[in-house]
């Protein structure tokens, strides 16, 4: 049989207060525990909790032959625990069939890999350790910040004892290859990597609603047919997207749920193809042949590399930036310090800085809380600014000797392009 392999990342960042300058020095509350509360309540109830129970309802229905998996942000999880017990709860009753697999990343959903391997590490034990505690597992399995990979990361991770990678099957990575396949590191060829078929995957994640769409009414037929039309010698569908995919980014009323609902008795009783975790693939699939990945992939927006976010100015002055301070949070014993630093790493804070697509209403833009990314960098540098003395002081500096980093003030109108007004 060939396999269909399901994952879906959860995630949600602390998402920060509005910071004015005059807040420096006066106040260490960063993140706005309402708008955090309230867009975690409206997910849970728009998809997480009706998701959760549409996928137990169909692990038991198929008697366990349908499985997923999960990758859940460590700051995700304290979400959970802070503002929705109950979808906590139905995340561990997933677990405790059997079906489904936890997925090991980083706790901040951060950008560490690309900046500090000692971090990257850090964060990524910190996360195995609450799903461990929570769903009872330890993951073998890994998965970078928005599948974020190249050869370097890949040895990270390998490092690190993962014999299992998922990232993405980019066009301009795979050129004549298929995502179809097992793939393996370029230089250890004990680490399987499983490739995104983004195809397949943004028909569900992203056309699916689309009207215009020659498609639409998409139906979980049509799709089931259409993996069972892969070629013949070709073994595995992966389909990785947002969990938020379901009920938030595409709305109940557009069918989504049916249509999942539906989905795994079309790929159980009338195709080619079982059900599998990416442990479980990797463990009956073996390599078709390695792969060179040397410039970094992502799964995001057509060019699948890391401009969604770092490629602008003001995206990279603030990723040096917090950087620039882990050395000196290492030297810090305290507790909230820590916290913050996790939480001001979450690469959500630089993808509301990207001005790529701005103008004609990208995703981007409808991600963020903020009227633009100019305004997203001034909050976050003011963060930071403040973040910054809080960490000298702690570590034995003086206010005489502290040195606030000069973006928000001398060098921020560097940044911004002729005729962009803040809000």
């Known amino acids: 049989m060939k396999k269909i392999c399901f994952y879906f990342q959860v995630h949600q960042p602390f998402r920060l207060k509005d910071y004015r300058f005059f807040d420096i020095s006066n106040d260490d509350q960063y993140f706005d525990e309402k708008i955090n509360h309230d867009i975690m309540r409206k997910v849970a109830q728009k998809c997480y909790l009706p998701m959760n129970q549409l996928l137990l309802d169909q692990i038991n229905s198929h008697n366990g032959n349908f499985k ?14 802070l503002y929705a017990q109950d979808v906590l709860e139905s995340f561990k009753k997933l677990a405790a069939t059997g079906c489904v697999e936890f997925i090991a990343e980083t706790y901040g959903h951060s950008l560490s890999a690309l900046k500090s391997p000692d971090e990257f590490k850090a964060q990524v034990a910190k996360q195995v350790a609450k799903v461990q505690e929570h769903f009872g597992q330890t993951p073998t399995t890994f998965r970078n910040t928005e599948l974020i990979y190249n050869n370097h990361i890949g040895s990270l991770v390998y490092d690190m004892g993962y014999r ?36 397949l995957s943004d028909d569900i994640a992203f056309r699916f609603s689309e009207q215009s769409w020659e498609s639409w009414p998409l139906q979980a037929e049509t799709f089931a047919h259409w993996v069972n039309s892969i070629p013949w010698n070709e073994e595995i569908v992966n389909l990785f997207m947002d969990y938020e995919t379901f009920g938030e980014h595409q709305w109940e009323d557009s069918g989504i749920f049916d249509f999942m609902r539906e989905l795994p008795n079309q790929i159980i009783n009338h195709s080619q193809f079982d059900f599998v975790t990416p442990s479980e693939a990797t463990e009956v699939l073996n390599p078709i042949s390695d792969i060179d990945i040397h410039n970094t ?15 602008n100015p003001i995206q990279d002055d603030a990723f040096d930036s917090l950087y620039e301070l882990e050395e000196l949070v290492k030297k810090v014993d305290d507790p909230k310090i820590k916290e913050d630093w996790i939480k001001l790493q979450t690469s959500d804070h630089f993808y509301y800085m990207c001005t790529k697509f701005w103008s004609d209403g990208d995703v981007h833009k409808y991600f963020s809380h903020y009227d633009s990314p100019y305004d997203a960098f001034l909050n976050y540098m003011n963060v930071l600014t403040d973040f910054e003395e809080r960490v000298r002081l702690a570590a034995g500096y003086t206010l005489k000797d502290t040195e606030i980093h000069p973006g928000v003030f001398e060098n921020f109108k560097k940044f911004l392009p002729e005729g962009v007004e803040l809000s």
């Open 68 to 81: 997923v998996a999960f990758s859940i942000s460590g700051v995700c999880i304290e979400q959970f625990e």
């Open 164 to 199: 299992t990678m998922i990232t993405e099957g980019a066009d301009h990575v795979m050129g004549w290859r298929s995502p179809n396949f097992v793939y393996s590191h370029y230089q250890q060829p004990d680490m399987k990597l499983l490739l995104k078929n983004y195809k």
């Open 297 to 311: 992939i992502s799964w995001a927006d057509a060019e699948r590399d890391l401009t969604a976010w770092l490629g």
